[in-house]
């Protein structure tokens, strides 16, 4: 059988070896007065820079000296530094193995510590479990193990075993993150929810494989096809709060996990893995296809303003001939009203004789639509577009239930009205 690995080479080097750089064994390696109270005692050089050797590995990283193992020569040399011993003299060490074990256990007793046995697996995959509660990563699993061993005064077992702890122990975690998710489910939610990889033969796709198709062109169809997602997302029945049993990270790694497999993938999944999966994927298709019809909603109706503006300057454009025509007719009245006062005649009749009198009545009626075209409000432009917006907006407002700080009351109240009174049907009816 293939070996599964927890951990990347880097990762386990990091954690399992003893340090190279110089900061680093201080930080691991210094020895208190106290060390070296016991380190002195110990008689000869060489049982001295072996017991300090002992002293090193037991704390850092844990697992202790093995006379298969060896210790590194870079750190003989530091503590050989400190006690004033040549790191020569660590060589004859290994050849003394009934001593090397007397020292082991007299630094396992100086520190409160004791190796590791079979009883204490059950400890390490537990501490693997609780670290794996929010992630699958190998390096916080294995962390998580060692800390708890150090708490107990154990040392280290060999990193085989560890990782396998924690493989184990990420293997408890996800079943219980399964179960956590689904346990507050009756039978007929999670019966739903296996029916979801169901193929429908009329279309041969599985309504998972339907839901997950959202679109992004903004138009009405589509609007009605996100909302019909959200309507059958909704039939399903889970509660918003079932995403708090477990951790946020975990929620989202079944969602990422849900969004990089087919549904034929997700089908071979045992039944709690699958099922916990399509949980949170239905969690997060109801937050997405809510905010994907929100969005597409507003980029439509903010779509019918920008027509109704660009229809508003085609139309004022339109009239550009006319307006200066108008205003030419203007300056000609003006300009027979002033000659009128300097000749002392009568003023209509002036004007009729240089302008025409039908000829400025025809135009008054043409001014007065400019002018209301100049100052209409952009509202009545983008009204024209309500055709567009009934093809979708009942159904949003019955699929939403909006909600608003103080300042936007009046628009939540309004959004109700409309709500109450069949989603706005009435209201485009009277429109019509």
């Known amino acids: 059988m293939a070996r599964r690995d927890l951990l990347t080479d880097s990762e386990r080097h990091a954690l399992f070896n003893v340090p190279a750089a110089r900061e680093d064994l201080a930080r691991h390696y210094m020895l208190s007065s106290r060390d070296l109270a016991m380190v002195a005692?110990?008689?000869?050089?060489?049982?001295?820079?072996?017991?300090?050797?002992q002293l090193a590995l037991m704390r850092h990283p844990g697992f202790g000296f093995t006379l298969e193992g060896g210790a590194p020569d870079h750190l003989v040399a530091f503590m050989g530094e400190q006690i004033d011993v040549s790191a020569s003299a660590f060589d004859t060490y290994a050849v003394r193995p009934a001593t090397a074990s007397v020292h082991a256990r007299e630094v396992g007793d100086a520190l409160g510590l004791?190796?590791?046995?079979?009883?204490?697996?059950?400890?390490?995959?537990?501490?693997?479990?609780?670290?794996?509660?929010?992630?699958?990563?190998?390096?916080?699993?294995?962390?998580?193990?060692?800390e708890a061993l150090r708490v107990s005064g154990i040392?280290?077992?060999?990193?085989?075993?560890?990782?396998?702890?924690?493989?184990?122990?990420?293997?408890?975690?996800?079943?219980r993150t399964y179960e956590a998710l689904l346990?507050?489910?009756?039978?007929?939610?999670?019966?739903?929810?296996d029916a979801t990889l169901v193929v429908d033969p009329k279309t041969s796709l599985t309504p998972l494989a339907w839901l997950r198709e959202i679109a992004t062109?903004?138009?009405?169809?589509?609007?009605?096809?996100?909302?019909?997602?959200?309507?059958?997302?909704?039939?399903?029945?889970l509660p918003v709060t079932i995403g708090d049993a477990i951790h946020a990270d975990r929620l989202r790694q079944f969602v990422r996990e849900g969004r990089a497999s087919s549904a034929q993938l997700i089908g071979r999944y045992t039944p709690s893995r699958r099922r916990a999966t399509l949980a949170a994927m239905i969690l997060d298709l109801e937050s997405r296809l809510t905010d994907a019809a929100l969005d597409m909603a507003d980029r439509i109706i903010g779509g019918s303003f920008t027509r109704g503006n660009n229809k508003q300057k085609r139309s004022y454009a339109e009239t550009t001939r006319d307006v200066g025509r108008i205003m030419r007719l203007?300056?000609?009245?003006?300009?027979?009203?002033?000659?009128?006062?300097?000749?002392?005649?009568?003023?209509?009749?002036?004007?009729?004789?240089?302008?025409?009198?039908?000829?400025?009545?025809?135009?008054?009626?043409?001014?007065?639509?400019?002018?209301?075209?100049?100052?209409?409000?952009?509202?009545?432009?983008?009204?024209?577009?309500?055709s567009r917006l009934r093809k979708f907006a009942p159904l949003l407002l019955e699929a939403i239930d909006f909600k608003?700080?103080?300042?936007?009351?009046?628009?939540?109240?309004a959004l109700n009205t409309l709500r109450e009174m069949g989603a706005g049907e009435r209201m485009f009816e009277n429109v019509r």
């Open 41 to 53: 005692v110990r008689r000869g050089d060489t049982n001295r820079i072996g017991f300090a050797v």
């Open 114 to 146: 004791r190796g590791p046995t079979n009883a204490d697996l059950p400890l390490l995959i537990e501490a693997g479990a609780k670290a794996a509660w929010s992630t699958d990563r190998g390096l916080p699993i294995v962390v998580g193990i060692m």
């Open 155 to 175: 040392t280290l077992p060999s990193p085989s075993v560890i990782e396998r702890a924690g493989i184990a122990g990420r293997a408890r975690a996800r079943q």
């Open 183 to 193: 346990a507050s489910l009756p039978a007929e939610r999670l019966a739903k929810l």
């Open 217 to 237: 062109a903004p138009t009405p169809d589509n609007v009605r096809g996100l909302l019909d997602r959200l309507a059958c997302v909704r039939d399903i029945g």
């Open 330 to 386: 203007f300056d000609q009245t003006v300009a027979a009203l002033a000659e009128a006062q300097e000749s002392g005649t009568e003023g209509f009749a002036a004007v009729d004789a240089a302008v025409g009198w039908d000829k400025l009545l025809r135009a008054r009626g043409q001014a007065r639509r400019i002018a209301d075209l100049t100052e209409e409000n952009p509202l009545v432009r983008a009204a024209d577009q309500w």
């Open 404 to 413: 608003a700080g103080r300042g936007s009351a009046s628009t939540i109240a």
